[in-house]
Structure formats: structure tokens, C-alpha cells
């Protein structure tokens, strides 16, 4: 389940690529304007930014990845449980599946809460999914005293392995967005497009008063 993504690596690739890019982007000014011509300058800006645009690329990919894997990951919970029952369990379900569902429909609300705390006791796996299935369409079920009767039932196919998926996910997610953020504001504030966006940004609010 568990697979290893380069957060670190992506992350200190593009750290120092960004201080290289920003020490040679300087370089090719004095003053603060521009010691080439027009030409000139794009063609050497294109150079001082290439490996930073390579190392934030890479970043990306990665981000990219772990996110991806972080959705199968957390698609697990929606796993039925029916995917993996024996089939001896699911041809019980299937002879006891129209006696189960004439009870739950005709039993009054008082007797089918002590009757789904027993099925969670004492019932086997065909008699558990068959009453949580067909109890939760019951519209009286959903009132907060049936709550801790059914999550009873629901505990019996909760996947260990899924909830730790869920955990793995939350967390690659977090990191791969990180990771995302961090690889653009580096290229951002390198290549100078950070700085234009917030000259332009204050020129904006100046223009309105």
C-alpha cells in the first residue's frame, strides 16, 4: 500500500535551482536595468531559468503522483464488502435475504433495535450485512438513538486496511499540495513574475483613488 515519493529530494532541487536562478538573474542586470539588448537578454534569461524550470517540472510530476495515489488510496473506503465474502456467505445472504427483509419491514421501530444489537452479538456474517443493509433503508433508522445500534453492525466490516489507506492519503495529499505551492512560488519569485504581478497589483489599487 505504502509508496515512497521524493518530497525532500523535489523539494531541495528546486531550493537550490531557485538561489542559482536568482544569483544569475541579478547578474544580468545593473543598476537595475538590463545590460543586453532586448534579444540578448531573453535568449540569457531563458538559460539562468532552464534548470529551475527543470528541477520545478520534476516537483510537480512528483506532486502529481502522490496526489494520484493518494485518490486510489482513499478510494478503498468505498470498497463493498461484498467484493470479498466467501461464497458460502453470499449464497446464505441470498437464502436469507427475503426472510430478513419481510422482518425488518413489518417489525415495529421498539423491537428492531434489540433485535439488531443481537444480530451484532450473536449473528453471523450473512445475517450482519443483511440487517445493516436492508435496516438503513428504514426511514425511522436514521433518528440519533439508532446511531450506536448500526455503527455495532457497521464495526463488523469496517477495513482495518482502509482506514489506514484513508490516514496515508490525507497525509500524501497534504505533502504533494505543499510540494505544488512551494515548486511555484520558487519559480515565481525567480523569475521575477511574482514581483511584476505585485507591481502591477499595487499600480491597480493606486489608480482608483
Known sequence: MTKSFSFSYARNQVEQAAAKAKADRQALYRDGKSMYSPEVHTEKMARVMAPLQDAV??????AGEADAHARSLNAMKDRDPLWTMP?????RMA???PFVAEQIEAMPFEELAPRLRAVAAFGDTAAKYLYLTLATKRTDVRIPAMRSTLDSLEAAFTDPEAAKATEEAKELA???AQLSFFASSALAEADGSREAADRQRVAGYGGRF
Not at 57 to 62: E, V, Y
Not at 87 to 91: E, K, N, S, W
Open 95 to 97: 437464502a436469507l435475504r
Open 57 to 62: 517540472a520534476d516537483a510537480l510530476r512528483i
Open 87 to 91: 461464497t458460502d456467505v453470499l449464497q
Open 174 to 176: 497534504t505533502e504533494a
